[in-house]
């Protein structure tokens, strides 16, 4: 019971981060784009480091151990591509327009808003909304790793979060200039978030009266092939984007050492 309850407060945390870009958003005049270039590298080399070492290898072991070695490698494999196919079809039915994905700067934001004041909080809403989406199986995948691998909790949950600032940015800026409303904007933006934590418990209920370790590896390989979609369709192109290509791969390289130390010390 421990374990579920440190998983869903991690997962609660890594939703709550939407709050956090909401708040970058309206005390911050221009951005950091080095740092968050950095920052988003770093999360995409924790999650595809965790996803393709750790959790795709333990995949493996339970589903091959239950089913034999050849037949529990197919499984993994397309549990691993079912997963990245579920996020794939989520970006693909929303707009590009509301598409959490599609990141902006905050002075970007700013300059669209003042010029399409009309359409804001039609366009906020749609953003919340689509986030809200896509997070739900974000939740999943951060609840069944913190769940299965404590160890490695900590980090993927940070590296989730680090993602979640930009959407959280997104939301609130359209919705702040269409009501004037600081207070409306970082609700729409929270509330976009505790999806996250509301696709953990969706999970919890439905899986666990069913789990065992066939269930298990193949939720495990299809969190993992979530999170590498997430990683190379959404993490690496916005470093590219925000910075210099050298510093996106120098946070990638970044998460990936350290995600590797910190699983050598929990050993």
Known sequence: MSSILLAFLLTLIAGLSTGIGSAIAFF????????LSISLGFSAGVMIYVSMIEIFSEARNLLTAELGTKTG?????ISFFLGMLIIALIDKLIPSAENPHEVYKVEE?????IRKNAKLLRTGLFIAFAITIHNFPEGIAAFISSLQHPKLAIPVIIAISIHN?????AVSFPIYYATGSRRKAFLFSLLSGLSEPLGALVGYLVLMPFINDVVFGIVFAAVAGIMVFISLDELLPSA???GEHHLCIYGLVSGMIIMSISILLFM
């Open 28 to 35: 911050a005049k221009k951005t950091n784009t080095k740092f």
């Open 73 to 77: 490698y197919l499984l993994t494999v």
């Open 109 to 113: 934001i700013e300059d669209n808003c």
């Open 165 to 169: 600032i930009p959407e959280g940015i």
């Open 240 to 242: 590219e984007e925000y």
